[in-house]
């Protein structure tokens, strides 16, 4: 038991000596952390979506800026407005493409169209 | 201006406002322990570098999100090292035995350890390190190479300090087990 103890003892001598031994940081290393670290914080510094940033403003302006970008969305809204709820004044449209749905529009209504073209020569 | 005094927390925050000189300051402070500690658990300098820059990068990738006083950067980056260390032990060995399969260690011989030359030893230790299961080995480096406190061990393992306490018991009986069955081997039995 006691020599055992005395191993214990020379170990922790060792693990001493050890402590004293940091290895020292490679040169190389720290340059690919370094290197590492700058093109981290590059990303930081740039905006998150340029391009996609960029597109609105070029967007924007050329819609004539806010303005008339809330004329657009107004009109819109307008359009949506009356095509769900039209005014009773206004046919539904609803119907009409319910009305037109499976018939066929006859262009030359009683003619056969091939039977004038005959005739013209 | 960086003074001795600034919190690793502090650079961090500074780092993450564009500031280079914070991450050279914080390279100097932590990259070394971190590198020390896996080239002690891996037992290979070239994939201690590699785990020490991907711990790193974490670093710097984690900054703008850091919350000062949700834990030590240092803590932290010990956690993220060892953890890169286990993931690549476990793909060397494709697997990893739990605690409870970790066997006891057998008493050492006796009187053998002195005997190793010195030019020998820091070798020795190492590859006596290298026998230890992976836990064990991380324990032991962190207790008694970084001598760090059994709860911050506690909080980068992510064990209770309990179990700090058996992993580093057990792992200092089988680094002196492991130490003497070297001496054996490399000639220095005890003839006396």
């Given at each position: 038991?006691?020599?055992?103890?005395?191993?214990?003892?020379?170990?922790?001598?060792?693990?001493?000596?050890?402590?004293?031994?940091?290895?020292?940081?490679?040169?190389?290393?720290?340059?690919?952390?370094?290197?590492?670290?700058?093109?981290?914080?590059?990303?930081?510094?740039?905006?998150?979506?340029?391009?996609?940033?960029?597109?609105?403003?070029?967007?924007?302006?050329?819609?004539?800026?806010?303005?008339?970008?809330?004329?657009?969305?107004?009109?819109?809204?307008?359009?949506?407005?009356?095509?769900?709820?039209?005014?009773?004044?206004?046919?539904?449209?609803?119907?009409?493409?319910?009305?037109?749905?499976?018939?066929?529009?006859?262009?030359?209504?009683?003619?056969?169209?091939?039977?004038?073209?005959?005739?013209?020569? | 201006?960086?003074?001795?005094?600034?919190?690793?927390?502090?650079?961090?925050?500074?780092?993450?406002?564009?500031?280079?000189?914070?991450?050279?300051?914080?390279?100097?402070?932590?990259?070394?322990?971190?590198?020390?500690?896996?080239?002690?658990?891996?037992?290979?300098?070239?994939?201690?570098?590699?785990?020490?820059?991907?711990?790193?990068?974490?670093?710097?990738?984690?900054?703008?999100?850091?919350?000062?006083?949700?834990?030590?950067?240092?803590?932290?980056?010990?956690?993220?090292?060892?953890?890169?260390?286990?993931?690549?032990?476990?793909?060397?060995?494709?697997?990893?035995?739990?605690?409870?399969?970790?066997?006891?260690?057998?008493?050492?011989?006796?009187?053998?350890?002195?005997?190793?030359?010195?030019?020998?030893?820091?070798?020795?230790?190492?590859?006596?390190l290298?026998?230890l299961?992976?836990?064990q080995r991380q324990a032991v480096v962190?207790r008694h190479?970084?001598?760090?406190?059994?709860?911050?061990?506690?909080?980068?393992?992510?064990?209770?300090?309990?179990?700090?306490?058996?992993?580093t018991?057990?792992g200092k009986?089988?680094l002196?087990?492991?130490?003497?069955?070297?001496?054996?081997?490399?000639?220095?039995?005890?003839?006396?």
């Open positions: 038991m006691a020599e055992t103890d005395t191993n214990m003892h020379e170990l922790d001598r060792l693990l001493q000596v050890a402590r004293q031994e940091k290895p020292d940081l490679p040169e190389a290393l720290e340059a690919r952390i370094l290197r590492d670290a700058a093109r981290v914080r590059a990303g930081f510094a740039a905006p998150a979506r340029p391009g996609a940033a960029a597109l609105w403003r070029q967007l924007r302006a050329a819609l004539g800026g806010w303005p008339a970008m809330g004329g657009l969305a107004a009109a819109c809204a307008a359009g949506l407005w009356l095509g769900l709820a039209p005014p009773a004044a206004l046919p539904d449209p609803v119907m009409l493409l319910d009305d037109t749905s499976g018939e066929t529009l006859a262009l030359f209504s009683g003619d056969d169209l091939a039977l004038a073209m005959l005739e013209d020569g | 201006m960086i003074e001795p005094a600034d919190s690793d927390a502090a650079l961090l925050a500074r780092f993450a406002q564009g500031e280079s000189r914070a991450a050279r300051a914080l390279t100097a402070r932590l990259a070394p322990r971190a590198y020390g500690v896996a080239r002690r658990v891996l037992g290979d300098a070239a994939e201690a570098e590699d785990v020490t820059q991907e711990a790193m990068l974490r670093l710097w990738r984690i900054a703008p999100d850091w919350q000062t006083g949700r834990a030590q950067v240092s803590t932290w980056l010990y956690r993220v090292t060892m953890n890169l260390c286990l993931d690549l032990l476990r793909r060397r060995r494709g697997g990893s035995p739990g605690l409870d399969e970790i066997p006891e260690p057998a008493d050492p011989a006796p009187g053998v350890v002195q005997r190793l030359q010195d030019t020998d030893r820091m070798d020795a230790l190492q590859n006596a290298m026998t299961p992976e836990r962190l190479l970084e001598e760090l406190s059994n709860p911050e061990i506690a909080g980068i393992m992510e064990i209770g300090v309990e179990a700090v306490e058996s992993l018991a057990r009986r089988a002196a087990a492991a130490l003497a069955d070297q001496s054996a081997a490399l000639g220095y039995e005890d003839h006396g």
